[in-house]
Each structure stands twice: as structure tokens, then as C-alpha cells.
């Protein structure tokens, strides 16, 4: 953790909402649910916007699910659920790049592991 509303991930900074009992300084777990990566819209501008390759997209009935790779940030590991409708509005493909948001109130912190 950087500060009581920011994480760092391989030294990018990230805006969430953290709750009681995390220190800056402190090793944390980022996480969120697939479904909550913001997609529509997102210029690349946002607090906290990456710009990512879609790596394997899988078909799942009612949605596809996309794992998500972000070139600089090695320890970011993004799985994202996109509606079909989604697919086929942005015309998003296996190997295809766009921006993504992260939802400051959709992060969620957890206690990490301690550095040896």
C-alpha cells in the first residue's frame, strides 16, 4: 500500500477505497470481480485506466471471459467478463488492445504476505 486510498502494482499507482487496519507500507492482495472491469467509455484517461492486449477470450454462453495483459505490470493478472453484445459492439478479438478501468470502489484489499 502506498497511502490509506492508493495501492501500487509494480510501481503503478492505483486509487481504491481501503478500510480499517492497513498501514502504508504494507503488503496487500488486490482483487476484483470480473464483471466490474469497466470497458464502454474508457478513454484511457481515468484514475485508474490501463491500456491491455487480450490475451485468450473464451466463450461461455451468455458472456466470454477474457484474460487481460497489461505489458509493464508483470504482478497484474486481469480476468474480465464481457457480454456478447460487448464483443460484438467494440469488435474485441484474441490478440486485440483497448483500455480498461479499474473501479476505485470495486477494488478490494486483502492482507498480503509479508516480504522475506
Not at 502504508?24 to 484517461?45: F, S
Not at 471471459?65 to 480476468?79: C, D, K, N, S, T
Not at 476505485?104 to 498480503?112: E, S
Request: some cysteine; aromatic content about 6%.
Amino acid at each position: 500500500m502506498r497511502s490509506k486510498d492508493r495501492v501500487e502494482i509494480d510501481g503503478k499507482a492505483f486509487t481504491c477505497s481501503v478500510g480499517e487496519g492497513f498501514q502504508p507500507g504494507q503488503n496487500v492482495l488486490v482483487g476484483l470481480r470480473p464483471e466490474t472491469i469497466r470497458v464502454r467509455g474508457v478513454t484511457g484517461k481515468e484514475a485508474n485506466a490501463l491500456k491491455v492486449r487480450i490475451d485468450d477470450l473464451e466463450f461461455l454462453g451468455a458472456f466470454c471471459r477474457a484474460e487481460l495483459v497489461e505489458e509493464g505490470l508483470q504482478a497484474l493478472h486481469l480476468i474480465a467478463d464481457f457480454s456478447a453484445n460487448l464483443i460484438g459492439d467494440l469488435g474485441l478479438a484474441q490478440g486485440g488492445s483497448l483500455f480498461v478501468e479499474l473501479p476505485a470502489d470495486a477494488l478490494m484489499i486483502f492482507p498480503g504476505r509479508s516480504q522475506a
